[in-house]
């Protein structure tokens, strides 16, 4: 297919127009099929990367405000009605639990994200959410419990857990030892120095910080991706970068739960790959982008719009253990958006030699209305603003009766 007089971005993010080849699930320089798609009012762009949400969060909105982790489903009237939702949602049927998850992954790719990386929730639904994948068609990097659920499709991958601090042991970094031995290419993530709890509890074990702990035990590496550091000081960053381990930042979830700002202009001093991600109970990925970039200048960082843009493509790629996505070029998987350029307040869009402001414009202001079309690995999703692998309406009509009836669960 041939996305005719397209405009998209060169490596110096420049605006231009030309013809853009997509052959079978690629960018390609060139292929016979005849078809064609006229393109000369749309910007063409990597889809984005949701680098760390945790699925079927996004229904509990609300319900675990204002209460740090620790004390999340304790014995407080909030805590009660936590744990009934989480009982009423762990009693679903595997379809219920289906439809909860490509309700997620739905609303992710009408706003562009064609990749995310989906966490457990307090149990693992490993197989509904895979399902849900499947049915929608979105990029998906899924946490597995354990190396028996490791499959590499072309639209799925599995990953697995690092010990976390709160449970650190001995035995837990000798199974993730085996684990990484005979698995050596697979993606291991970890929460890492998000709150001062967690920092506190591996001090406990004897370490200095979380990142000396997992390099002591031999498990960091560029298959590593840690996830927020809020709390990481210099020398833990220091020592991630030299291990080519990758970091995630949820700067809205960080905000929100009173971890505070993770330390981003000197993780990229390092040369550290950052992913993005909405983390816990959230789906809006702009609102992540945005946030992050006021962080960005906050800390001084050069250029935080092209720092953001590749935080959300290219890195959050290979943070999800997908770096054949996430940049436009050819030989690389044809997962794109098409964003209407002649929305006025995306304008003005001015590109010379010295000068472009269509990252700043798409970052920083950017609204996942404009976006007209997206597709992954060649295959569209949404065209016209429409999806196209399911029937919108009746997803959503499903999503309000499933949500009445775990409400009524929770408050009988
Ligand atoms: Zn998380």
Known sequence: MKLKNAW??????????GDLVIHQDQIAEFCNDLEELDCSHLLVLPGMVNA???GTSTITRGLFMDMPVAQWLN?????????????????CTE????????????SMLKQGVTTVFDCRLFQQDYQAKKRAGE???IRLTLEADDPSLLEDRPLLKAALPLPEES???????????FWKQNHPQTIFKAHCMETDLAAEAIRSKGYQHTIEAYAQADLLDEHSVLIHNCKAPAEAIQLAAKRGA???????????SQNGVSPLKMMLDQGIEIGLGTDWGRLQFMDVMKCEYLLLRDQHVLNPAQIVWKMATEWGARCCGWPETGLLKPGMQADLIFIRMDEPDFQPLISTPQFSDVLQNWVLDGR????EHVMVAGQWKVKNRKVCVLNEAELVARQRQLMKKLISETLK
């Open 52 to 54: 760390h949400f945790h």
């Open 167 to 177: 449970s650190w042991s001995q035995d837990r970094c000798s199974q993730a030892q």
């Open 135 to 137: 049915l929608c068609g």
């Open 246 to 256: 990758r970091m995630i930042n949820c700067p809205i979830s960080n905000l929100k």
């Open 95 to 106: 379809e219920e639990k289906i439809q909860l998850s490509l309700y997620e992954y739905i």
């Open 368 to 371: 996942s209305e404009w976006i």
């Open 75 to 91: 014995d407080t009237s909030q805590g009660q009605l936590q744990q009934r939702f989480i009982n009423a949602l762990n009693r």
């Open 8 to 17: 998209y971005l060169n490596e110096e993010d420049h605006l231009i127009q």
